[in-house]
């Protein structure tokens, strides 16, 4: 079962930020997932929200800053946290922002080449399903997760279209029987956010593959 820290290691340490991957990778995750963005200068940028009000003492939109200017407020570019993992753990790149699914896979490809990473170091998860099919278009080779909080049938049914590797639910929609139906199907299954010692134990006993919880070393 994967140890996969949100945002790296949000329980501990500002969310999507160096620091806060650090201390993941310190905690011997497997994974850690993190939300891009778009800078006003096409940089990737890994912050969870559009604006940069709630995690930095900046106000805007962040399409309407440089990558500089966001490097500034501890907003750091995908490709610096790349380097920080460094192939030690699988990156989950949960797709936020508007027109990031390209730029993603282009870097993504670049590492994969230039840097001597692998498909399986990467994965991909939206809630928005229509950039996780331009992912599959542009290139079917890299693993998508689908998000989602309402509906694990849809999910499902999604999944199996643009032929996904996992599904990515509300912790609070699973059961044991859903959770062995979407594997009986091919599909691994990756809940977030399940912080509690008791939630983790509960989703545990239900098999899942990999849990995301802002405290990974619960898990």
């Known amino acids: 079962m994967l140890k996969i820290g949100h945002r790296g290691a949000k329980g501990y340490e500002p ?41 930095t003492n900046g106000k805007g939109f962040v399409e309407n800053f440089t990558s500089s200017q966001l490097k500034e407020l501890d907003i750091p570019t995908l490709i610096e946290v790349l380097d920080l993992v460094n192939c030690n753990c699988l990156v989950n790149i949960e797709l936020k922002g508007i027109g990031t699914a390209k730029p993603v896979i282009e870097l993504i490809s670049h590492y994969i080449l230039e840097k001597n990473w692998n498909y399986t170091d990467f994965l991909i998860s939206s809630f928005d399903w229509k950039m996780l099919e331009e992912v599959h278009l542009l290139n079917p080779k890299i693993r998508i997760g689908v998000l989602t909080e309402e509906s694990i049938s849809v999910a499902l049914a ?62």
Do not use: C
């Not at 995750?29 to 200068?41: A, N, P, T």
């Not at 809940?191 to 990974?216: A, C």
């Open 15 to 55: 969310e999507n930020t160096l620091i806060s991957f650090g201390k993941a990778i310190d905690l011997n995750v497997d994974g850690i997932e993190l939300d891009v963005h778009l800078s006003l200068d096409g940089g990737i940028m890994v912050i969870h929200d559009e604006t940069i009000d709630r995690t």
């Open 158 to 219: 999604f999944a199996k279209k643009i032929k996904a590797f996992s599904i990515h639910p509300d912790y609070a929609l699973l059961s044991k029987e859903n959770v062995a139906l979407v594997q009986e199907k091919g599909f691994e299954v990756y809940p977030w956010t399940v912080n509690s010692n008791e939630d983790i134990q509960k989703i545990k006993s239900f098999n899942v593959n990999g849990i995301i919880s802002d405290f990974p070393d619960r898990i």
